[in-house]
């Protein structure tokens, strides 16, 4: 074929919620598996893929289930099949998830899922906190966060090389929040199919209980004398995928001219004082720097894209220079010192002779917003803190009535 005669890849620039970025990406993807159950807000992903099933514009089998748990074990077994697998859920989906998120991880089940963020009941709530997915962290889940519709396309692209990759083979949650990214519409710029078909590739899975010639169990009784070398493999492998990610970030950012990195950060080149925070709650927290810089504040922001592995290298190399940092997340630790990611980024930094000053807020659970006003207030704290007052009370919980 000439290059004349070769067939024009049509991209396109189009309108889509966050749920239909995932399903989009999932159809583009076009998986052996979908086992999936609805639930707010993930239903559009569900109902948005299952119209692409039965009008035939995917080869998936689509597996309809009675619940959470069942989707889970049903992708289990399809990936122990030597299938590529997705599925998609939230909140109280995933914590019915619970015990087969230990089974793909520990299996070794490159299992794809788009998790929309969702506070956990009770009481009811369906907005979106990030509770769900930080119950579920220490699963060995790769764990990827969205601030948008695009990064929700993206990165659900990005992640099936990233779990399939032959020294990861991990399953990975594409985090996103519900609501205000969910169903937000926003403008999305889509590759040609042909191009995420080439990008991702054709599965050669290491793992398949079909192959006659070369017969495996898997699941199988575990004794005491092999289990932890069992497990630490698994450690090993989700504590070194951080290097394939960045790896498969750069090929996407050149395929799509959309650069992605691990963290993202705004005004840390000179700043003195930062937030770190995931997802959307990072986008006020910028708009209140910028606001601030205005005004001659040397104030930054970090938000990681992937929460697990903990990239702390790269948030710490990001902090270089701050004085005093806030940890602010959608997500509470009750009963401990502080909430996930700053008792994290703690232990990562324990260790370090010269340390930023840090603090922790709590915001937003349960769908409540943060207002730049209340990020005003953290960067005046901040502020007083890098000019050697004291820290005070380490967490805090910003935006409650009292």
Known sequence: MTIAEKPVR??????????????????????????????TPQTEIVERFAEYVANGDVNTEFVAVESEHSALSACCGGSAAGGRVMTCTSSQGLALMHEELYIAAGNR????????????????????????????????WIQLFCADAQEVYDTTIMAVRIGEHPEVMLPVMICFDGFNVSHDMERVAMLAKEEV????????????????????????????????????????????????????????????????????????????????????IAGTAQWTAMQLREKGIKAGVVRPR???????????????????????????????????????LCTAMFSMDKRPKMVNYVTGLGGRDTSSAQYTAVFERLQAI????????????????E
Do not use: C
């Open 386 to 401: 890098a000019a050697g007052g004291p820290i005070g009370q380490t967490l805090s919980y910003i935006g409650a009535r």
């Open 197 to 280: 078909q080439e990008f991702v590739g054709e599965f050669k899975p290491l793992i398949n209980m079909l192959d006659t010639e070369n017969p495996i169990s898997i699941g199988a009784l575990v004794l005491p004398q092999f289990f932890f070398e069992h497990k630490l493999s698994m450690i090993k492998a989700l504590e070194g995928s951080v290097n394939y990610i960045s790896e498969i970030f750069a090929e996407f950012g050149k395929l799509s001219g959309r650069p992605q990195s691990i963290v993202e950060s705004y005004g840390m080149e000179d700043a003195e004082v930062a937030v770190v925070a995931l997802s959307g």
């Open 109 to 140: 089940l490159p299992i794809i899922m788009p998790m929309v963020n969702r506070t956990l009941s009770a009481p009811i709530n369906i907005h979106g906190d990030h509770s769900d997915s930080m119950a579920s962290r220490d699963a060995a």
């Open 10 to 39: 049509q991209r396109k620039v189009v309108g889509l919620t966050g749920d239909g970025a995932a399903a989009d990406a999932m159809m583009q993807i076009d998986p052996d598996q979908v086992a999936a159950y609805p639930i």
């Open 306 to 344: 992937v929460y697990r592995p903990f990239p702390a290298a790269e948030i710490i190399a990001a902090l270089k220079g701050v004085k005093a940092v806030a940890v602010v997340e959608k997500a509470a630790a009750p009963g401990a010192a502080g909430a996930p990611i700053f008792s994290d």
